[in-house]
């Protein structure tokens, strides 16, 4: 999910509709075409047809990783250290 008022800042026009349900109900949100790349690196970009907007700044979030973009990485979560590891 990407901060829609980014994605208006860019220009890009949704490209569709999905149902999103969360802990404050449910709604119809917006969906893009999008790709996202690690430049300087050797992952390869990867691209959505339904990157979903939503209203994230108000929490100061622009994105969040999904489980579609994690499924391609090993993500370890080391609590004590307080980071997070993503490996290709």
Do not use: C, E, H, W
């Not at 860019?10 to 075409?33: C, D, E, F, H, K």
């Not at 973009?69 to 980071?83: A, E, M, S």
């Amino acid at each position: 999910m990407v901060d829609v008022t980014v994605i208006q800042d860019l220009g890009v026009p949704p490209s569709g509709v999905t149902n999103i349900v969360g802990v404050t109900g449910a709604g119809n949100q917006p969906t893009y075409p999008a790709s996202l790349s690690f430049p300087g690196t050797p992952i390869p970009p990867i691209a959505f047809t339904d990157f979903v907007g939503g209203n994230l700044k108000a929490a100061g979030i622009i994105a969040i990783l999904g489980r579609n973009i994690l499924k391609q990485f090993v993500l370890v979560y080391n609590g004590p250290g307080g980071f997070v590891s993503l490996s290709f």
